[in-house]
């Protein structure tokens, strides 16, 4: 029997094979979950399928976390298909790319809101709608995050303020849900090569340097990630919530 054995997730922000979202789902799915995929637009439909068939993975169809209709109508489909949900994973998150160089100091009023809102409001808005699909027994709810929220990086700028913001939710939401039984928990991810960190300038040096000052002296693994949120989905977790757990070899805990 996996730890995750009968769970039922929805998991937002598969891109690729290469996604933090597809490593939750392809651990998810291992250790005997039930898993529901979304996608963002046709393009993203095409990879997902594939990806999806790996693992036996329902497709509940398109979602952009900006539009609320989808909101609502992708949880109105996973009540069809399991009348309930144990476990939502948001793995999604934009800035543009020109805000992500140079100076923080230049990003547009219109480029901060959006990075926000599709960052970090988004889990908000995904976690009200899932609440009446968790009431029967609790669940989980996870994000992924960066140490840019909480240390001035280089580059990541606005990216850093939307990650504070969300780790600030993920606080607030655990308060609000905790007495339905419902935990609510972020990963701060170590840096990998994904789409969305591919945006970042300077993303090799940001490797090169985690590997060689993180006290296991390498980068983090997907997989580690992805056991990681199995482990929040889990009934072993069950104490947890309203935490940002570090995947990340260790990196963040260095003074120099
Ligand atoms: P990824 O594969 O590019 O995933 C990012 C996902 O966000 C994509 O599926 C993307 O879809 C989706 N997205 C963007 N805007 C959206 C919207 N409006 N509605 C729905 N989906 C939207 O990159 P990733 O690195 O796995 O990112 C997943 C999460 O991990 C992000 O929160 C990221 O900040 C976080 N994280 C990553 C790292 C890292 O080093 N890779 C480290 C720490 C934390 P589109 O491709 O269609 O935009």
Known sequence: ??????????????????????????????????????????????????????????????????????????????????????????????????????????????????????????????????????EAAGGSILTLTYLGAVRALPNYNVMGVAKAALECTVRYLAQDLGRRKIRVNAISAGPIKTLAARGISGLGDMLRSHAERAPLQRNVEVGEVGSTGVFLASDASSGITGETIYVDCGYNIMGF
Do not use: C
């Open 1 to 134: 029997m996996g730890i995750a054995d009968g769970k039922r997730a929805l998991v937002i922000g598969v891109a690729n094979d290469h996604s933090l979202a597809w490593s939750i789902t392809q651990e998810l799915h291992r250790h005997g979950a039930q898993i529901a995929l979304t996608y963002q637009g046709e393009a993203l439909k095409k990879r997902v399928e594939p990806l999806a068939q790996q693992v036996g993975a329902h497709i509940i169809g398109e979602l952009d976390v900006t539009v609320d209709e989808q909101i609502e109508s992708t949880m109105v489909k996973v009540k069809a298909l399991w009348g309930g949900l144990d476990m939502l994973v948001h793995a999604v998150a934009f800035a543009e790319r020109e805000d992500l160089r140079d100076r923080f100091l230049n990003v547009s009023r219109k480029n901060f809101s959006r990075s926000l809102e599709i960052s970090a409001y988004s889990l908000v808005a995904l976690a009200r709608a899932a609440e009446p699909l968790m």
